[in-house]
């Protein structure tokens, strides 16, 4: 029976993980999986995360099972920074559950939806490649649009037509800031624009927040979900803690409904904790116990956010830096400083990120993306001029 199934190719952004750790050339440059690295090219564990580990040893006082919707001490401490500290639940509309992971969320809100007649789902494109396999895998029609523009900068006419074609039955999904792969986010009056068709369409939103606080702050990356979220009578948002609290293989993940009123909730959620029952029961404990006692003790909500803000500051030089490079090669970069996040995107063809692999030890994804965290001091001119050497 099971001869019968075809090999599948190995995911090709985590099969980069392998490769760069097989090559042993000393100088290769890391611009593959979305982890954020310090100047000297690390991802150490936040100290606020360490601190937050110790008191969870010493104060945890049983593993026993807590349920589908697992720590929800979690899921609450963390929903003044994503729908604002005035009125965190949107007057009891509100609630949410833990998921393994940004990628458990995206999964349970686009299941969520299909079970409620959801049938096609408008994204932009190009889009965090997981997106259209989770949508394929359910399986869920997927109606792409334009996210960019050529010149770096969002295609808001494109989502706009997007959003007036929706009809009963479809739901678009939006990245919440930090778009993944390119960098490129709605500005504010662009968010503006789109929260206000938004609120005369039949599409239901679903926001995909897994970079909160790596554009230009926990309450700046927050405005184009909350716009829309005070534009729209219901909406489905997946958050991911695994970038901005460093805690990527924990799988650290939340979702949340917010509802037309709050009486709908418990039926709403009824049906969340059935599909999480039956994709992964519960979700794991430890990164979500870390991030709850981090933001319940202020004097670690500080160390937090500092760090927080140390990485932010770091990705900007970064960006500055390659801005200021002005072209090298073929190669535009100076879109590059307004773009947010970990990632942009590179106009390269395969053959030219092949030759920057096996010619200049440096690793991309095979779609343009690099990592900007991945750039240092010590290795961002070998980047610029094996890039301008490539697409000369
Ligand atoms: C990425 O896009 O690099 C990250 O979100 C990791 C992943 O799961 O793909």
Redesign the pocket.
Known sequence: MLDRLQAQSPDA??ALIKLYAADPRPDKVDL???VYRTGQGDTPVFAAIKAAERKLVDEQDSKAYLGPEGDMGFVEALMPYIFGAEDPSMGGRVQGMQTPG??GAVRLAVALARAAGIRRVFMGTPS???HAQILADLPLDMVAFDHDNDDGTANVDAVLAAIANAQEGDAILLHGCCH??TGIDYTPEQWDAIAAALATSKALPIIDV?YQGLGHGMEEDAYGLRKVLASVPEALIAYSC?KNFGLYRDRVGAFYVMAKEPGQLDAIMSNAASLARANWSMPPDHGGAAVRLILTDPALTTMWLDELDTMRARMRQVRDRLAAAGTAGAVDMTPLGIQNGL?SMLPLSKEQIATLRSEHAIYMAGSGRI?VAGLTSGNIDKFIDAVAAVSA
């Open positions: 952004l985590l593959g999986v979305g940004g990628t965090w490649p997981n993944n792969p897994a695994d990632f990592n």
